[in-house]
Structure formats: structure tokens, C-alpha cells
């Protein structure tokens, strides 16, 4: 019964970072690309099924296929993942967020961003 809560967990993971996904094709906001290399992680763990779907699909599967071959993420997807890091931060500081809260959130950020500047394209 454990396995079978297991694969349903990662099948339940799968859809929801999907969704999140198809939300961030119409808000800006929310970046795309790394919520359907999530969903695909997680299919990969609760339902081949759905994951080679996820990897045929025309405008979600090449992004897949290029991260899991390459490990490699598009420059846009890049510079649109930096622009929101950077918007998100000035909101913080703008609006008068805490210096400790800035400074961890800055830092966090940071990190995320050398770890996508050193990911090839």
C-alpha cells in the first residue's frame, strides 16, 4: 500500500506542477519552464504514462528533452527567470520589507541565478 500512496503522491505532484505551468503561459509572473521539468520529474516517478506524454507534447517536450539530454535551459527561459528574480526583489524592497528578510531572499535569489547562469543553453 506504501508504493501504491507513493505513486500517487508523485502522480498528484506531477498534475499540479503542470497546472502551475499552464498558468504561467498566460502570467507572466510565473515561469513556465521549470514547472514542466517538475511535472516531469514527478511523472517520471508516478505515471510513465503521463510522462511520455509530457515528452511527445509539441510545445512542452522540447524543453524536457533539452534539460534531461543537456541539462541545458533556453536563454529566454534564462532571462525571463532573472527579470522576475529581480522584479520580485525590488517589490520586496519597495515595499519596506524587513533588511534580514531582503538580505536571505537576495541571497537566495542570487544563488538561484548562478546556478541558471552556469547551466548552458
Known amino acids: 500500500m506504501g508504493a501504491r500512496v507513493g505513486k500517487t503522491g508523485f502522480q498528484f505532484l506531477a498534475y499540479i506542477a503542470l497546472l502551475l505551468a499552464a498558468v504561467g503561459v498566460v ?5 513556465t519552464t521549470p514547472f514542466v521539468l517538475l511535472a516531469a520529474f514527478f511523472a517520471s516517478k508516478g ?3 503521463f510522462a ?4 511527445g507534447h509539441p510545445r512542452y517536450g522540447p524543453a524536457i528533452e ?4 543537456n541539462r541545458a535551459v ?4 534564462k532571462g525571463l527567470a532573472l527579470g522576475m528574480m529581480g522584479l520580485s526583489w525590488g517589490t ?6 524587513p ?9 537566495l535569489l542570487t544563488a538561484a541565478a548562478c546556478y541558471l547562469l552556469k547551466r548552458p543553453s
Open 47 to 49: 505515471s510513465p504514462a
Open 92 to 97: 520586496l524592497f519597495i515595499i519596506g520589507t
Open 27 to 31: 502570467l507572466p509572473l510565473l515561469p
Open 74 to 77: 533556453p536563454v529566454k527561459a
Open 52 to 55: 511520455r506524454w509530457l515528452e
Open 66 to 69: 533539452n534539460w534531461q539530454r
Open 99 to 107: 533588511v534580514f528578510a531582503l538580505a536571505m531572499s537576495g541571497g
